[in-house]
T-cell receptor, first 114, second 112 residues
Framework: AQSVTQPDIHITVSEGASLELRCNYSYGATPYLFWYVQSPGQGLQLLLKYFSGDTLVQGIKGFEAEFKRSQSSFNLRKPSVHWSDAAEYFC????????????FGTGTSLTVIP | GAVVSQHPSWVICKSGTSVKIECRSLDFQATTMFWYRQFPKQSLMLMATSNEGSKATYEQGVEKDKFLINHASLTLSTLTVTSAHPEDSSFYICRGPTDTQYFGPGTRLTVL
């Protein structure tokens, strides 16, 4: 069965520092991959997605993610974090050929300190 | 494009009552919609897949008689929480098919 692991429950970074959030998945084929951000009490906003092609994906708000097949990973990165980036981040995988369902990791809570 | 709306955005109800949550696709037609539930400070859990014109498909452990899903048209899917209890209090979110990847804004249900 497919699974998504976000090893870091909570991360604290200083404003202006770089950020990397980890995501590992388990599936027999290459799934669709997504990163979402959720502010407190709010819905989800899509940051970026990977279906195929270039393994380095650019998203909104200065985020990027790199798909590494050999490591079954899809880590999210940002070179310089802003205070407004504090939120919950979810990685999701959407295995192809399963009716478009997809499943979420447990999330990483990001705190940004001045 | 690919906008999904939900109504209501929040609802408070008494234990034992039923609550209906609507999920509408505003600028696309969807034969399939997905319903998720999110408990505080937890991840989203897929509850069920609603299918236009046919029965919904429920994930393991989700009570189909308690969470009634109706996909009456290509733009509307509804989730009814029947005989709600405090443990049903949660954030319910719907989503369109993968090629849109867009979620509704969510409905906060509080059962007293």
């Amino acid at each position: 069965a497919q699974s998504v692991t976000q090893p870091d429950i909570h991360i604290t970074v200083s404003e202006g520092a770089s950020l990397e959030l980890r995501c590992n998945y388990s599936y027999g084929a290459t799934p669709y991959l997504f990163w979402y951000v959720q502010s407190p009490g709010q819905g989800l906003q899509l940051l970026l997605k990977y279906f195929s092609g270039d393994t380095l994906v650019q998203g909104i708000k200065g985020f990027e993610a790199e798909f590494k097949r050999s490591q079954s990973s899809f880590n999210l990165r940002k070179p310089s974090v802003h205070w407004s980036d504090a939120a919950e981040y979810f990685c999701a995988v959407g295995p192809p050929n399963t009716g478009n369902q997809f499943y979420f990791g447990t999330g990483t809570s990001l705190t940004v300190i001045p | 494009g690919a906008v999904v709306s939900q109504h209501p955005s929040w609802v408070i109800c008494k234990s034992g009552t039923s609550v209906k949550i609507e999920c509408r696709s505003l600028d696309f037609q969807a034969t399939t919609m997905f319903w998720y539930r999110q408990f505080p400070k937890q991840s989203l859990m897929l509850m069920a897949t609603s299918n236009e014109g046919s029965k919904a498909t429920y994930e393991q452990g989700v009570e189909k008689d308690k969470f009634l899903i109706n996909h009456a048209s290509l733009t509307l899917s509804t989730l009814t929480v029947t005989s709600a209890h405090p443990e049903d209090s949660s954030f319910y979110i719907c989503r369109g098919p993968t090629d849109t990847q867009y979620f509704g804004p969510g409905t906060r249900l509080t059962v007293l």
